[in-house]
């Protein structure tokens, strides 16, 4: 249950990501899997079998590609075992200032001027509606509901599984031909 400090932490919050929506301008460019030269990740990090699909993810994309992975993970980030994990970037709540902008760190990741980004999640968080609304980056894919707003091109699908959805972006990216 949500505390009512945290709501209208969350409401204030919700009010400076709006208004920073409104002025976001890009320009919005489809990409080939194989074109990508930069490439952001954003998924829920609480379930472990996420970060797996990740991994496989990475696969579709071309080994020189510099790819910035970012989990989010809900609550306390001492309860996550992601220890040894220097390839990933974890965030939490404590990332965000007190009225839910994010810090310094998270900034940076949505001013970078991405080829795509991913959006991977079955939840909603803020956090992730946040950063991938506000992000830079030139395509945003995903699945279809929750972040859907934020998205370019998103997957309609009932099914949550992330392999699935994994799979469906893959297959659709693969065929884009871009000239």
Not at 147 to 173: G, P, R, V, W
């Amino acid at each position: 249950m949500m505390t009512l400090i945290k709501k209208i932490r969350l409401l204030i919050g919700q009010f400076f990501y709006k208004r920073k929506l409104k002025k976001l301008r890009r320009n919005v460019k489809a990409i080939n899997l194989k074109q990508v030269e930069t490439a952001g990740i954003i998924f829920e990090a609480n379930d472990t079998e996420n970060l797996k699909q990740i991994k496989e993810l990475r696969k579709y994309l071309p080994d020189e590609a510099q790819v910035i992975v970012v989990g989010y993970i809900e609550g306390d980030r001492k309860n996550f075992s992601y220890i040894g994990d220097k390839v990933y970037n974890y965030i939490s709540e404590v990332d965000f200032d007190f009225f839910m902008r994010p810090k310094p760190e998270i900034k940076d990741f949505i001013k970078r001027k991405l080829d795509i980004l991913f959006v991977l999640s079955n939840k909603y968080f803020f956090a992730i509606d946040y950063i991938s609304g506000l992000s830079k980056a030139a395509f945003k894919i995903g699945k279809s509901g929750i972040y859907e707003k934020n998205l370019d091109f998103f997957i309609e699908t009932k099914i949550k599984d992330l392999d699935y959805i994994i799979l469906q972006i893959t297959n659709y990216l693969s065929k884009l031909n871009m000239e």
